[in-house]
């Protein structure tokens, strides 16, 4: 035997050396402790459940933050609509209410409530000055004083209102109670 025909026997063993390997290699991909995934699998199996997770939980995350909402906006109306502090009626901090008041009756208001005289007689209930501002005239009232027709009082400090000398009408806005 000559070089010749050892040279290609050489690079016969070195090929079939190097392709033994490559396989030995290649059997150690895709074992349970080192798993192989293929695209197909990911596009088909994998992204469809990891995307019916991350809705389940934005689900939830929704549900709960409507209920949040729904009690804050239920919170905010009763606030609203029952402004009063107890007693036989209240205000509401939004709007004017046509009040009317029987010979004798007081109505306490809040601070920050305001009072307009429509009908009849009414006078200042308070037991220090000042008892109400008179905000049309620009100036107070002291307890026992007066009120004069369609002028608009305000209530500064909580526990001070008026008493009907008559049968009276009056435009309320804000917190009160009636005795």
């Known amino acids: 035997m000559g070089q010749k025909t050892l040279l290609p026997r050489l690079i016969a063993g070195g090929l079939v050396v190097l392709s033994l390997t490559g396989v030995a290699l290649a059997a150690g991909q895709g074992s349970q402790g080192d798993p192989l995934i293929t695209l197909s699998y ?7 459940a990891i995307l019916a997770q991350v809705d389940t939980l934005l689900d939830q995350r ?16 009763a606030a609203v609509a029952g402004g009063g502090t107890g007693g036989t009626s209240g205000g509401s901090a939004c709007a004017y ?8 009756q007081v109505l306490t208001a809040a601070a920050s409530c ?11 209930v308070s037991d220090s000055a000042p008892g109400l501002v008179d905000m049309t005239g620009g100036g107070t009232l002291g307890g026992g004083s007066a009120l004069s027709a369609n002028h608009l009082y305000l209530a500064t400090v909580e526990g001070r209102g008026v008493r009907a000398t008559a ?3 009056l435009m ?7 005795r």
């Open 167 to 169: 049968n009276a009408t």
């Open 97 to 104: 209410q046509v009040v009317t008041l029987r010979q004798g």
């Open 42 to 48: 990911l596009t088909e199996k994998g992204t469809p």
């Open 172 to 178: 309320v806005r804000g917190s009160y109670t009636i």
């Open 62 to 77: 929704e549900s709960a933050l409507v209920s949040k909402l729904e009690q804050v906006v239920d919170t905010y109306a």
């Open 114 to 124: 305001e009072i307009l005289l429509r009908t009849g007689s009414a006078a200042c």
